[in-house]
């Protein structure tokens, strides 16, 4: 069993740099850059990666798990449809750089102690999990089914259950360790900027409307002519190089990098629960100004 949860946790690792996927990462990182949370500090620069790649996380297992379903039970025909559900996922994709390049900011409310928890943003965070997986699904979905469909049926419910959440977790490692990772540079940068904050915004805008026609133009060409069709351009060439690169690593150092991110996300998670318990505890009076309260309270007391 261990060795089966081995493999679809580092099956789920690489799911995310997949080629047909991976114009999604820059994408994403984009969006994630567009994202304006309340809280500018670190500590909540921290807990907007943790949530937003957690959300994120929690729509491509949505739609793997689901298009696992669907397919062990026969409807094998919904994969035609997958090519054109991408197309509309470049098309949204485009779209939303250009909103961000038009001034447009995104919001997402992070839960406060003294406020109701607003979570104002996570819906569209979660479509652009499930959007991000639509995306990736052609490559890695025969992985998928090899790896994990055939162990929930093979073994025992709960034995699937947890080969199948193996795969989640593999994949939200890797995309909540990278949120994380730009949410401190983005911290960073925009402290130095200070004032360039709307810059940013648009740099995001612009790389998601790149981002989002290289998606488009790959789905239709392989739509139109077949998949041998894009070997002949130079910039599918380079994608695929990048993505191809990217994945080696990750399969030739999975445990080093789960290593890595799922440290970098404990970190982060013991970071932030530091920082708000720190501001969660009462100030107390020290000194003179302890000796001055207690004064004014005696005289207070006193005149009353």
Not at 80 to 102: K, R, Y
């Amino acid at each position: 069993m261990s060795a089966a949860l081995t493999l679809a946790f580092a099956a789920g690792m690489v799911a995310t740099l997949n080629p047909c996927g991976f114009a999604m990462l820059p994408a994403y990182l984009s969006y994630f850059m567009g994202i304006d949370a309340p809280d500018k500090t670190r500590a909540g620069s921290l807990r907007s990666g943790l949530m937003v790649g957690g959300v994120v996380s929690l729509g491509f297992v949505v739609v793997f798990g689901l298009a696992g379903v669907v397919i062990t039970a026969g409807f094998r025909s919904v994969t035609t449809w997958i090519p054109w559900l991408a197309v509309g996922v470049g098309v949204l994709v485009v779209g939303l750089g250009i909103a961000l390049l038009a001034g447009w900011q995104m919001t997402v409310g992070l839960p406060k102690v003294q406020r109701r928890g607003n979570r104002t943003g996570y819906a569209g965070v979660f479509g652009f999990g499930v959007s991000y997986a639509v995306a990736s699904l052609s490559c890695t979905l025969p992985v998928f089914l090899s790896v994990v469909a055939t162990q929930l049926t093979a073994r025992s419910f709960f034995e699937g259950i947890a080969v199948f959440l193996a795969y989640g977790l593999g994949m939200s490692v890797v995309l909540v360790g990278i949120t994380i990772v730009l949410a401190l540079g983005k911290q960073s940068l925009v402290h130095r900027l200070r004032n360039g904050a709307r810059y940013i915004n648009r740099l995001a805008g612009a790389i998601l409307i790149a981002a989002g026609g290289f998606i488009v133009w790959f789905w239709t060409t392989e739509i139109r002519s077949g998949a041998a069709a894009l070997g002949g351009s130079g910039v599918f060439r380079w994608v695929e190089n990048l993505s191809q690169t990217a994945l080696n690593f990750v399969a030739d150092n999975r445990i080093a990098v789960a290593a890595v991110f799922g440290a970098l996300i404990v970190l982060a998670v013991l970071y932030t629960w530091w920082m708000r318990s720190r501001r969660s505890q009462p100030i107390e009076l020290e000194g003179p100004t302890a000796a001055t309260s207690g004064e004014l309270a005696s005289v207070t007391s006193d005149g009353g």
